[in-house]
T-cell receptor
Framework: GAVVSQHPSWVICKSGTSVKIECRSLDFQATTMFWYRQFPKQSLMLMATSNEGSKATYEQGVEKDKFLINHASLTLSTLTVTSAHPEDSSFYIC??????????????FGDGTRLSIL | SQQGEEDPQALSIQEGENATMNCSYKTSINNLQWYRQNSGRGLVHLILIRSNEREKHSGRLRVTLDTSKKSSSLLITASRAADTASYFCATRFSGGYNKLIFGAGTRLAVHP
């Protein structure tokens, strides 16, 4: 069964709305989670690394004030797309690993959130 | 920026045939992983090969890694229509940073 749960799976909202996406590790604690963005027929682009209890690490070119990440517990990270606009429409996916940094463990992915901004 | 490239970008085969996808990367890695993505869904981990390994098998999957050429291949034998999906390689850098960088992916279509 799924080990990482992502919610909601689909969001349609008006331009200017802020949207929060949740990523939960279901049966393990994740000190680190990752947020990706994927455009149609393209690969996953890492947006940021979410660290429990500290600030997220953003990849170059990703606006941290636009994409707010909160990792308040060992099983939950949230991504908030603030004041969303049509160009923010995309597929957002989170992932987490059972073990921490420097492990040879695979990432477990949520099922993604399709965000459509009208 | 993305770590590597995959080829082909798209592959169309008949059921029963083998499918081979290639991945190249640019820097030193701890491991390389292959993932599968069905349309509109998250990714499913298929196989992980460490930098000191050269070949790994899992069911109908065979992965090779050539660190001298910075390349890997995924072979799916006796393909089935249910194998239709996008396949991505992902590399984890050596040097202590845990993030995965994904290749461009190969879209595989297996026709009955």
């Amino acid at each position: 069964g799924a080990v990482v749960s992502q919610h909601p799976s689909w969001v349609i909202c008006k331009s200017g709305t802020s949207v929060k996406i949740e990523c939960r590790s279901l049966d393990f604690q994740a000190t680190t989670m990752f947020w990706y963005r994927q455009f149609p027929k393209q690969s996953l682009m890492l947006m940021a690394t979410s660290n429990e209890g500290s600030k997220a690490t953003y990849e170059q070119g990703v606006e941290k004030d636009k994409f707010l990440i909160n990792h308040a517990s060992l099983t939950l990270s949230t991504l908030t797309v603030t004041s969303a606009h049509p160009e923010d429409s995309s597929f957002y996916i989170c992932s987490a690993s059972r073990q921490g940094v420097n492990s040879n463990q695979p990432q477990h992915f949520g099922d993604g959130t399709r965000l459509s901004i009208l | 920026s993305q770590q590597g490239e995959e080829d082909p970008q798209a592959l169309s085969i008949q059921e029963g045939e083998n499918a081979t996808m290639n991945c190249s990367y640019k820097t030193s890695i701890n491991n390389l992983q292959w993932y599968r993505q069905n349309s509109g869904r998250g990714l499913v981990h298929l196989i992980l090969i460490r930098s000191n390994e050269r070949e790994k098998h899992s069911g109908r999957l065979r992965v090779t890694l050539d660190t001298s050429k910075k390349s890997s291949s995924l072979l799916i034998t006796a393909s089935r229509a249910a194998d239709t999906a996008s396949y991505f390689c992902a590399t984890r850098f050596s040097g202590g940073y845990n993030k995965l960088i994904f290749g461009a992916g190969t879209r595989l279509a297996v026709h009955p």
